[in-house]
């Protein structure tokens, strides 16, 4: 699905599971939130877990400096 030797990194506000088989497999990067039933505002919770813009870019530049 996703070709081999390019730099993949799969962001998603939910379960990360799915994403590892192709994007960690092919030594990618994934960004999401893996817990359920937290309940603060949403930036609160982005914050928390890491979904954010920085980890986003930090994640990206890991992939592509191997």
Excluded: C, Q, R
């Excluded at 599971?17 to 960004?31: S, T």
Aim: glycine share 16%; net charge negative; no cysteine.
């Amino acid at each position: 699905m996703l070709p081999k030797g390019v730099a993949h990194v799969a962001i998603e506000a939910g379960v990360t599971d799915f994403w590892h088989k192709y994007v960690g497999g092919l030594e990618g990067g994934v960004v999401g939130i893996d817990t359920f039933g937290e309940s603060v505002p949403a930036g609160a919770l982005f914050k928390h877990f890491g979904f954010t813009v920085e980890h986003v870019v930090e994640t990206a530049k890991s992939v592509l400096n191997g």
